[in-house]
Nanobody
Framework: QVHLVESGGGLVQTGGSLRLTCTSS????????VGWFRQAPGKEREFVAT????????NYADSVKGRFTISRDKDTNTVYLQLNTLRPEDTAIYYC????????????????????WGQGTQVTVSS
């Protein structure tokens, strides 16, 4: 079992930055691909970024490419999502999710592929 906890959300102005953090108390997270997803009011949860277990493969939604960066630190069982040049349309609850994979497997981008989810952290971008 992997328990995920997100933090780092908040209220920022357009063009601002935030860094979201996803942590687990168990080193088992190092055996998982990890993804960030978001859900705005009235909308379905959507893929934002994913990173493979070995950190060599990342995927980004077209809407965030060039602005967001996903990374991971195996020593601290932590996955980060750096959000730059934020826009009002980035406003959502951001969720961290993980699924156990083999070392070299590409990280999935589908919500349904992930087994473990955090409680989410709110990101609000004011115009």
């Amino acid at each position: 079992q992997v328990h995920l906890v997100e933090s780092g959300g908040g209220l920022v102005q357009t063009g601002g930055s935030l860094r979201l953090t996803c942590t687990s108390s168990r080193r088992a997270l190092n055996e998982h691909a990890v993804g960030w997803f978001r859900q705005a009011p009235g909308k379905e949860r959507e893929f934002v970024a994913t990173i493979s277990r070995n950190a060599r493969t990342t995927n980004y939604a077209d809407s965030v490419k060039g602005r967001f960066t996903i990374s991971r630190d195996k020593d601290t069982n932590t996955v980060y999502l750096q959000l730059n040049t934020l826009r009002p349309e980035d406003t959502a609850i951001y969720y961290c999710a993980s699924v156990r994979t083999i070392l070299t497997a590409p990280p999935p981008t589908s919500v349904r592929a992930y087994d473990y989810w955090g409680q989410g952290t709110q990101v609000t971008v004011s115009s």
